[in-house]
């Protein structure tokens, strides 16, 4: 009897406690100018001593470069522009809380939310690992991760954001709840 208060206190406290305070996954879902589509995958952010490692695990995104970004707001959906709709627009810009206002790559000193290209192969399956040392899983609670349809040059010429293109996919990372906050695990950013 004692044995099982005990593995249930283990598991009451587990379901407080992150996932990791240094590592969590993101559902990925395609998106158009239809809005949310279906699940492609997922992308694993874990914190390391040279920065966020993300491990993707996606399909279906094209083969080749792609403009991979922190966005400022936790939305996938669609928004308005200009009298269009634009697929995943409610994610905002490029997180940029330094409001650096330049697009530089994940080693400049630009947009915080710049993340290195996302390479998938012929068969539009992405899985190779990128680091972005300016960033910690904590600066992505609350925001959303972003692809585009073409590679990012790190410039905002001679297209602006580097040239990536259209949103294709997306994924939301909410905001830490009140329980992480409780466990010190949620300081404000």
């Keep these: ?3 099982l208060t005990i593995a249930a206190l283990a598991v009451s406290v587990m379901a407080f406690t992150p996932a990791g305070a240094g590592d969590i996954t993101i559902r990925v879902k395609a998106i158009d100018a239809r809005g949310v589509g279906k699940d492609i995958g997922w992308i694993r952010a874990v914190d390391t001593d040279k920065g966020l490692r ?6 279906e995104i094209g083969p080749g470069a792609h403009g991979f970004h922190v966005h400022q707001n936790p939305s996938c959906g669609n928004k308005g522009a200009g009298g269009k709709m634009g697929a995943g627009l409610a994610a905002g810009g490029h997180f940029d809380p330094g409001h650096a206002s330049h697009h530089k790559g994940p080693h400049g000193e630009g947009h915080l939310g710049d993340m290195p290209t996302l390479v998938a192969d012929a068969n539009g399956v992405a899985q190779k690992p990128v680091l972005a040392p300016r960033l910690k899983v904590a600066d992505l609670y609350g925001r959303s991760i972003m692809i585009h349809a073409a590679g990012d040059n790190y410039s905002d010429s001679p297209k602006k954001l580097g040239g990536g293109g259209g ?6 990372i909410p905001a830490r709840k009140m329980k992480d906050k409780m466990h ?6």
């Design 184 to 189: 010190g695990h949620g300081k404000k950013m």
């Design 54 to 59: 993300m491990i993707p695990r996606l399909s």
């Design 167 to 172: 949103r294709i996919a997306c994924g939301v």
């Design 1 to 3: 009897m004692k044995l």
